[in-house]
């Protein structure tokens, strides 16, 4: 079981910028990816970026491309989000999320996710 705790969350006004982290903890070892995912109020949620730890490929979804910026160590034990040029439409609780399934590394495999964090609020004003 793979834990995870984010951190970084909070208010700002639409081009600003956020940097969410994650700490990652336990089975880390058997984590091929790491994702941050977010659910905007009454929407599911969805993928917005990954990064498979064995060659540090990364993938966005469209929404955010050019705009955020994953990141990770090389021990895959903390996972950083940069956020430029934030919309309101960003607006959402986002989450920290990992895979122990190698299917994860299929680009935009969203549904590899098994382990995920309790959710850090993003909150972009106009």
């Known amino acids: 079981q793979v834990q995870l705790v984010e951190s970084g969350g909070g208010s700002v006004q639409a081009g600003g910028s956020l940097t969410l982290s994650c700490a990652a903890s336990?089975?880390?070892?058997?984590?091929?990816?790491l994702g941050w995912f977010r659910q905007a109020p009454g929407q599911g949620r969805e993928g917005v970026a990954s990064?498979?730890?064995?060659?540090?490929?990364?993938y966005y979804a469209d929404s955010v491309k050019d705009r955020f910026t994953i990141s990770t160590d090389n021990a895959a034990s903390t996972l950083t989000l940069r956020m430029n040029s934030l919309k309101p439409e960003d607006t959402a609780m986002y989450y920290c999320?990992?895979?122990?399934?190698?299917?994860?590394?299929?680009?935009?495999?969203?549904?590899?996710?098994?382990?995920w964090g309790q959710g850090t609020q993003v909150t972009v004003s106009s």
């Open positions: 999320a990992a895979s122990t399934s190698i299917m994860c590394s299929v680009r935009g495999r969203w549904s590899a996710y098994d382990s």
């Open positions: 336990g089975a880390s070892y058997r984590v091929y990816c």
């Open positions: 990064i498979y730890t064995a060659g540090l490929s990364t």
